[in-house]
């Protein structure tokens, strides 16, 4: 575990960052009616773990208690709702994350014009510049090409990690970068789902050196002022029917 991260000490070493991508689930259950009406106190202590999950490090939007079974006998999934849900997602391996990717902008042309081999080092310099830059809770989840994909738990830092990093590109190939969050599949190191493909669809809408993100990441950077966000309005996106409000973040 990174010695630099406030939560280390507190928080078991078999919890990573990436396990802070998924659910912190507490599910809160006594099988039998009398139970629960005499042992309030267990369900309390139950309870209790989702404060547990904030010290650990999980965002409260990543924090769920199902408390629909109490009462509820555990010889059947019949009439458990919550458990029903919670096997699915196990199940599913959902996950709500901030989803980004970042791409070079004209790499075609760029390849064209200046060769294979000067393009070659642009992009191994480029994925090498994410690479060492990115927040320590973020993870590079593929490189396709001169695109990158990168998920975090937290949509603010990795918006702010954006911006900065599209500094550093005052000249072409300039990067730009889309980023949402939003729920998607885990499976085999890799994140699939409808909410993937949209976020893949923003960054193909910005311009270079750009970073353009969703509603859904407006209010993890509110209050940032180092940042200021540019309406640009609803956008129809291919394969969506309906149209996302997107967003440019700059520097303020």
């Not at 060492?132 to 396709?144: F, M, S, W």
């Not at 180092?226 to 969506?240: A, H, N, P, R």
């Amino acid at each position: 575990m990174n010695p630099a991260d406030p939560l280390a000490a507190s928080r078991p070493t078999k919890i990573q960052a990436h396990h802070l991508e998924r659910w912190a689930i507490v599910y809160v259950r006594q099988s039998h009616p009398q139970q629960v009406q005499r042992h309030r106190e267990s369900a309390q202590v139950q309870a209790n773990l989702q404060h547990r999950a904030g010290q650990w490090g999980w965002p409260a939007q990543r924090i769920r208690v199902l408390d629909g079974d109490q009462g509820c006998s555990a010889t059947t999934t019949a009439g458990r709702d919550d458990f029903a849900w919670l096997l699915s997602e196990i199940a599913l391996g959902h996950v709500n994350v901030t989803l980004c990717f970042i791409d070079l902008t004209g790499f075609t042309r760029y390849t064209e014009e200046e060769g294979d081999i000067e393009a070659l080092d642009v992009v191994e310099n480029f994925v090498a510049g994410v690479e060492a830059t990115l927040p320590r809770e973020a993870t590079i989840v593929k490189t396709i090409g001169d695109e990158v994909m990168v998920v975090s738990p937290d949509a603010g830092s990795l918006t702010q990690w954006a911006v900065d990093f599209l500094s550093r590109f005052p000249q072409r190939p300039q990067p730009r970068v889309g980023i949402h969050y939003g729920d998607a599949v885990y499976r085999d190191g890799d994140y699939f789902g409808s909410q993937v493909n949209l976020v893949h669809r923003v960054v193909n809408r910005a311009l270079a050196g750009e970073v353009l993100v969703t509603d859904a990441v407006c209010s993890a950077i509110a209050g940032n002022d180092s940042l200021e966000l540019e309406e640009i309005g609803k956008v129809s996106l291919k394969g969506f029917p309906t149209p996302t409000e997107l967003y440019v973040v700059r520097a303020a």
